[in-house]
């Protein structure tokens, strides 16, 4: 029972989660006894996934992954923010400690921050993380105003975020290092389509994007 207050229909919520969690651990155990024994030992995840923290997202569950696979760090928009401390300890964890070979940046359609940062509103202290997928609209404005239809316009905003952040991984001076002298982590660009269930691969060329950023120099 919880010590707060809560209505009738959030109790039976609440109550059902902890519920549940006793039925899943136990049909853990059933097929594999030492289960949670081994996974505590330690991580050997495959991928750093970074995503937006949207509660429609399961990523467990729309990729099929289980306990240990996936090192998860979540946010508004799938940022990936070079000021962030916390996302960028997730990241120096993940590659220079767990030493994972694949980080995703998955966003997807119907993406709220998206949304919000092209609607020409202000949303105040969200105001200051909304700008960084303004400027992404900036650079692709021209073919972002050509788009008459603002769903659509919104999801290739969404895939252009994505991308964004991809390259933003490449600037990390850690991530860059490992990749040069080892070959991972390779970096992947995903986009989830809520309305289909299905996850794209939007096929990100890391050897591409370091050849450009050399040749911009």
Request: proline content about 1%; glycine content about 6%.
């Given at each position: 029972?919880?010590?707060?207050?809560l209505s009738v229909e959030d109790q039976?919520?609440?109550?059902?989660?902890?519920?549940?969690?006793?039925?899943?651990?136990?049909?853990?155990?059933?097929?594999?006894?030492s289960f949670f024994k081994e996974h505590?030992?330690?991580?050997?995840?495959?991928?750093?996934?970074?995503?937006?923290?949207?509660?429609?997202?399961?990523?467990?569950?729309?990729?099929?992954?289980?306990?240990?696979?996936?090192?998860?760090?979540?946010?508004?928009?799938?940022?990936?923010?070079?000021?962030?401390?916390?996302?960028?300890?997730?990241?120096?964890?993940?590659?220079?400690?767990?030493?994972?070979?694949?980080?995703?940046?998955?966003?997807?359609?119907?993406?709220?921050?998206?949304?919000?940062?092209?609607?020409?509103?202000?949303y105040g202290k969200m105001d200051g993380?909304?700008?960084?997928?303004?400027?992404?609209?900036?650079?692709?404005?021209?073919?972002?105003?050509?788009?008459?239809?603002?769903?659509?316009?919104?999801?290739?905003?969404?895939?252009?975020?994505?991308?964004?952040?991809?390259?933003?991984?490449?600037?990390?001076?850690?991530?860059?290092?490992?990749?040069?002298?080892?070959?991972?982590?390779?970096?992947?660009?995903?986009?989830?389509?809520?309305?289909?269930?299905?996850?794209?691969?939007?096929?990100?060329?890391?050897?591409?994007?370091?050849?450009?950023?050399?040749?911009?120099?």
């Amino acid at each position: 029972m919880s010590i707060h207050k809560l209505s009738v229909e959030d109790q039976k919520t609440y109550d059902s989660i902890f519920m549940q969690n006793r039925e899943w651990a136990d049909d853990k155990k059933k097929h594999d006894r030492s289960f949670f024994k081994e996974h505590f030992k330690e991580q050997n995840p495959h991928f750093l996934y970074i995503g937006c923290s949207d509660s429609r997202v399961p990523i467990g569950d729309l990729t099929g992954m289980d306990i240990g696979d996936i090192f998860v760090h979540r946010n508004i928009a799938n940022l990936v923010s070079l000021e962030d401390d916390n996302i960028m300890a997730v990241l120096q964890y993940g590659v220079d400690v767990l030493q994972i070979k694949n980080i995703v940046v998955s966003g997807h359609h119907g993406c709220g921050g998206v949304i919000a940062a092209n609607s020409g509103k202000n949303y105040g202290k969200m105001d200051g993380w909304l700008d960084k997928i303004r400027a992404v609209r900036l650079k692709h404005a021209k073919e972002l105003d050509g788009i008459s239809n603002k769903e659509e316009e919104n999801d290739l905003l969404a895939e252009y975020n994505v991308i964004a952040q991809c390259e933003q991984l490449m600037q990390i001076d850690f991530i860059r290092k490992s990749y040069e002298e080892n070959g991972y982590p390779k970096v992947h660009a995903w986009v989830y389509d809520m309305r289909t269930g299905l996850l794209h691969d939007m096929e990100f060329d890391v050897d591409s994007y370091l050849e450009q950023a050399k040749t911009a120099k």
